[in-house]
């Protein structure tokens, strides 16, 4: 019997590990990105209210490879759509296994989260917040969805966030999706708070990261773009004028292992 048990354990770690390989060292939620595996989709946060089911939550997101249907069986319940109704504080203190960030396509991404509750929701996932330079190498490629966007461009003009990975021509060169639009994704970086809207560096991509506070502060990097913000919008869309105590309506994530 042990021999049996044994052999069975050897088969599914053996899938497992083949499973892995095969998706370039990465779970089945994230791509390769170099050295990083950054998750496909921008960031759905989830919880139970059971706390019998918490550890069988956190397995789902840290195993990476969670289906809604899945968390739909176990009574977990999405936050940040269409309100700030997270179960812990803003500040992040008490969100340890309380909040959980999975990256599963055919959802409204979560909104409304500060950059303290969305560390801790990575974190809890067996994740990071992913840091500005490594946004950047992920989003390269993302092709610039003009004036006049099509229902497969980057959500950048519309009435709000689409569900993750919507829009087929909205994906990097590294296979990541929606880095452009739809919600801006908090990045671990921490800057002066920034005061003033300059110059883009390329394409005319929204850039807020001049100037720097006396009296208030820090900010975090917001890095993409949103759903109403139109063509500046970007793959160099950064801005360092947010608290990161702040959480709203354009305002997600995405992590990263």
């Known amino acids: 019997m042990i021999a049996l048990l044994l052999g069975a354990f050897g088969l599914l770690l053996g899938l497992a590990v083949s499973e892995v390989q095969a998706n370039g060292g990465c779970l089945?939620?994230?791509?390769?990105?170099?050295?990083v595996c950054v998750d496909k989709f921008k960031a759905s946060v989830w919880s139970v209210s059971?706390?019998?089911?918490?550890a069988a939550l956190k397995a789902l997101a840290q195993g990476g490879k969670a289906t809604l249907a899945e968390?739909?069986?176990?009574?977990?319940?999405?936050?940040?759509?269409?309100a700030d109704d997270y179960p812990c504080s803003h500040n992040g203190n008490d969100c340890k296994d309380k909040i959980f960030a999975f990256s599963i396509p055919g959802v409204t991404p979560s909104a409304r989260i500060t950059w303290f509750q969305a560390q801790q929701a990575a974190a809890n996932s067996g994740k990071r917040l992913l840091s500005n330079a490594e946004w950047q190498m992920a989003a390269a490629g993302t092709p610039d969805p003009g004036a006049s966007p099509g229902s497969q461009d980057c959500n950048?003009?519309?009435?709000?966030?689409?569900?993750?990975?919507?829009?087929?021509?909205?994906?990097?060169?590294?296979?990541?999706?929606?880095?452009?639009?739809?919600l801006w994704e908090w990045v671990a970086d921490w800057?002066?708070?920034?005061?003033?809207?300059?110059?883009?560096?390329?394409?005319?991509?929204?850039?807020c990261l001049a100037g720097?506070?006396?009296?208030?502060?820090?900010g975090a990097l917001l890095r993409g773009g949103d759903w109403r913000i139109g063509t500046v919008a970007g793959v160099f869309a950064v801005r360092g004028n947010v608290l990161p105590s702040h959480g709203t309506d354009v305002i997600g994530f995405r992590a990263a292992r």
């Open 191 to 207: 800057v002066p708070l920034s005061t003033t809207c300059t110059t883009p560096l390329f394409a005319g991509d929204f850039n």
């Open 50 to 54: 059971d706390p019998t089911k918490v």
């Open 71 to 82: 968390l739909t069986v176990l009574g977990a319940t999405q936050h940040g759509v269409p």
């Open 28 to 35: 089945a939620d994230a791509v390769q990105v170099g050295p």
């Open 212 to 218: 720097a506070s006396t009296t208030s502060g820090p």
């Open 156 to 182: 950048i003009k519309s009435s709000g966030p689409d569900l993750t990975g919507a829009h087929a021509k909205c994906v990097s060169s590294w296979g990541v999706f929606d880095m452009v639009g739809n």
